[in-house]
């Protein structure tokens, strides 16, 4: 007698029930899953919006938003180059001033268009996770990243780590894709958009080494000319971004920095004897973003008796921060180990979120 046709299935039961909802998961294309992922991180972001709405600092702004917000007005207002070298990362108010020079200054819409970047984002860790490891694994760290906590709260503020989850996001999006035919377009757009991140946070631009590096090990079975073009391209794509920015730090400042002068004195606030993990300002008096590059020169040039440019005050930051390691290393590891702490636990290193997603993803 024929058990599929009038006999009992004698499986266990879970079997049956993993049997019953594979095909309709399998029946489900990339694509369908892209746009489930992306429609479930933007209506959680969007009801998290219209949550807080009502609360005060939803339309104003204190600290580092209201920072970028005046930034964002000048330039919507005209001022596109602003005055003297930049001192903290330039491409979120370029991102609110170009929203604002087109649509006005609406908060609301503001963050409505982040929703929908952290929303796409989350889309591309599936599409990542899917290229690197699995279907199923892109499928758990898109998933899980859509309903993150600190990614929903960071995505509605006014502030620069959405730029910086969405262009880390496509990074990894762009790398996954590579393959030994990619084209000479694709390694110049991953350079193009490492340039983007180390415009909204320089210290991405650690990866400049990382990438090279990956590409001569990854793709070991290319020719060493094939592998050296890929590089070059990258370094193309990367200084198509950040040349222009130091050609004008240098024609409106007088350096050509292709970022920041912001180095110095963010080593020294996380690296002086006083340190203690968290953020202070570098006068010790108050922690205002506006203030803090103007008490950087105002104390390198009182120490030093004369006028400094940005590049001399961000030297003398580092040179006179004071030696945290070698008096006193135990303070020194406590130091970097509770900042560390500290920046997990405010959700600063957001990009991190990624990364604990597809992981969780493989059942890590």
């Known amino acids: ?150 990614g929903i709260f960071f995505d509605g503020l006014i502030e620069k780590s959405i730029l910086d989850f969405f262009l880390l996001s496509l990074l990894l999006w762009l790398l996954s894709r590579l393959k030994t035919t990619a084209l000479w377009s694709q390694w110049l757009a991953v350079g193009a958009v490492l340039g983007l991140l180390g415009l909204s946070r320089e210290n991405a631009l650690i990866l400049v080494a990382v990438v090279p590096l990956w590409i001569a090990l990854a793709f070991s079975g290319s020719l060493v000319t094939k ?51 968290t953020y202070v300002s570098i006068g010790n008096v108050i922690g205002e973003p506006q203030l803090e590059g103007k008490d950087a020169k105002r104390l390198a040039e009182r120490a030093l008796s004369r006028s400094l440019t940005a590049g001399e005050v961000s030297d003398y930051c580092c040179k006179n921060r004071g030696i945290t390691f070698a008096p006193n290393p135990v303070n020194g590891l406590g130091s970097w180990a509770k900042n560390g702490c500290w920046s997990g636990m405010r959700g600063k290193l957001k990009t991190r979120t990624i990364f604990t997603s597809i992981g969780s993803g493989l059942g890590c």
């Open 227 to 277: 592998r050296l073009q890929w590089m070059g391209f990258f370094f193309a794509g990367l200084l198509l971004v950040l040349f222009p920015v130091g050609l004008r730090n240098l024609t409106v400042g007088g350096e050509f920095k292709l970022t920041t002068s912001q180095f110095g004195p963010n080593f020294f606030i996380g690296n002086n004897p006083r340190a203690d993990g």
């Open 1 to 150: 007698m024929n058990k599929a046709a009038g006999g009992k299935d004698k499986r266990p039961r879970a079997q049956r029930r993993r049997a019953e909802t594979k095909p309709s998961i399998a029946a489900l294309t990339d694509t369908g899953w892209f746009w489930i992922i992306f429609g479930c991180a933007f209506l959680v972001r969007l009801f998290y919006l219209l949550e807080i709405a009502s609360i005060p600092l939803f339309y104003h702004l204190a600290g580092d938003g209201r920072a970028y917000d005046e930034w964002g007005q000048r330039i919507a207002a005209g001022d596109w180059l602003g005055q003297g070298v930049f001192y903290q990362a330039p491409l979120y108010p370029y991102f609110l001033g170009f929203l604002q020079a087109v649509f006005g200054h609406s908060l609301w819409l503001i963050r409505l268009i982040q929703i929908g970047l952290g929303a796409i984002s989350c889309a591309l860790i599936f599409e990542t996770g899917r290229n690197l490891f699995s279907r199923q694994a892109g499928i758990a760290a898109g998933l899980i990243l859509s309903f993150y906590a600190p």
